[in-house]
């Protein structure tokens, strides 16, 4: 399983960014898959799952209104389209592949398999 991430950078408060990540040994169609983030001095947390039949569910309810995950199973390609971007949203963000079908919760870490991470700033 490899899950490698790209998209992050700087963006001032309200801009807009698309991570994405790039999946290879395993079916991505068969899984669960989502977008975790860990802010400076904080745990990781989970922001937004997406099933393997692309039903979302959100672990923040602060990103519902601005984040989209979305998967491109042929291409094995998962995205998070960040939107209104806040100082609160900095933090290093992972794709991580779920164990089964379902979006488990977050916390279940021994159900995931993260990638390295790709950091985001989101200046005042």
């Known amino acids: 399983v490899q899950l490698v991430e790209s998209g992050g950078g700087l963006v001032h408060n309200g801009g807009s960014l698309r991570l994405s990540c790039a999946t290879s040994?395993?079916?991505?169609?068969?899984?669960?898959i989502a977008w975790f983030r860990q802010a400076p001095g904080k745990e990781r947390e989970g922001v937004v799952c997406s099933s393997d039949s692309d039903v979302t569910t959100y672990y923040i309810d602060s990103v519902k209104d601005r984040f989209t995950i979305s998967r491109d199973n042929a291409k094995n390609m998962v995205y998070l389209q960040m939107n209104a971007l806040e100082p609160d949203d900095t933090g290093v963000y992972s794709c991580?592949?779920?164990?089964?079908?379902?979006?488990?919760?977050?916390?279940?870490?021994?159900?995931?398999?993260w990638g390295q991470g790709t950091p985001v700033t989101v200046s005042k």
């Open positions: 991580a592949v779920g164990s089964g079908p379902r979006c488990l919760p977050p916390t279940m870490t021994a159900n995931w398999a």
């Open positions: 040994g395993f079916t991505l169609g068969y899984y669960a």
